[in-house]
């Protein structure tokens, strides 16, 4: 790995504890690879005001892949330099579809302003919808099914129960309306038994972002390393060339890349330190 120039990580159960702080050992770790030229990068699916409350300005990252790639922030300049959005024909096909199919899901402004969000309330309550409600209502505004918002949007949120042959279906049904669109499949960090399903533009994933970064550096994919703890990481797994899982990874994905300890043990900082060796 020695001729690694950037290095990313996911952020929630990867960098971040579980009570969502950084450990000594992860700011070290951050410090030592600027130290030595190597550009990093926090690549995530939380949007830009969800970044900054669990990452101070000090937190010495170069750039923010936020929102699944939707955006990519210098953090060091505190500027935007990229994003993508979901074009407003296909926005609108997707807000018919679910208030349709009346399925509790939430639907994003477009970057740089993703932190606010419609939402709407299903046919099925949902326990999961409501926590996720609970968590952003001061930046949500309630859907008006006979007065749709008109342009684009960053993402939908779709929140369901554990059933993977429903989110299978579910997902095909999507994909299947808009070919510029992609299904993302998460994890809810909130209650365990529930799947978050994520719609985006196409081109939007975690690799792209960090790609986007490499174009303007230089760098190859050949040079590049990615950590991850979840479904949602595949993307920038998938691109980095040394690419690898914590501990505390969903059991049956742990097989797909090499593991390093838990979020909980600096799994960030050991695989830096053996970067660096």
Not at 100 to 110: T, V
Not at 176 to 204: D, M, N, Q
Request: with cysteine.
């Amino acid at each position: 790995m020695e001729n690694v120039k950037l290095v990313a990580t996911d952020l929630d159960g990867t960098f971040l504890r579980d009570d969502r702080s950084v450990s000594k050992a992860n700011l070290l770790a951050l410090e030592q690879l600027g130290e030595q030229q190597i550009i990093r990068v926090a690549a995530t699916g939380r949007n830009l005001k969800k970044v900054m409350d669990v990452l101070n300005p000090e937190v010495p990252f170069d750039y923010i892949v936020f929102s699944s790639g939707a955006g990519v922030y210098n953090w060091q300049k505190q500027e935007h330099i990229y994003s993508q959005n979901i074009i407003e024909s296909s926005a609108t096909k997707l807000l018919n579809y679910f208030v349709q199919e009346q399925l509790n899901f939430h639907a994003f402004y477009p970057v740089p302003d993703n932190h606010k969000h419609f939402y709407f309330r299903g046919a099925q309550p949902c326990e999961e919808f409501e926590r996720y409600f609970e968590f952003n209502k001061a930046h949500a505004t309630e859907l008006e099914v006979n007065t749709l918002p008109n342009g684009q949007l960053c993402q939908f949120l779709v929140i369901l129960k554990e059933n993977e042959d429903h989110f299978r279906q579910l997902k095909s049904n999507i994909e299947a309306l808009c070919p510029e669109i992609r299904v993302i499949r998460a994890s809810s960090p909130i209650t365990k038994g529930y799947i978050w399903l994520e719609v985006f533009h196409r081109s939007v994933s975690k690799g792209n972002g960090v790609l986007e970064i490499c174009r303007r550096h230089g760098i190859t994919s050949e040079q590049t390393l990615g950590v991850g703890n979840d479904y949602n990481d595949f993307d920038l797994l998938e691109t980095t060339r040394h690419s690898f899982l914590t501990a505390n990874s969903p059991e049956e994905i742990k097989d797909r890349y090499p593991l390093v300890p838990s979020n909980q043990k600096d799994a960030f900082a050991i695989l830096v330190q053996s970067l660096l060796k």
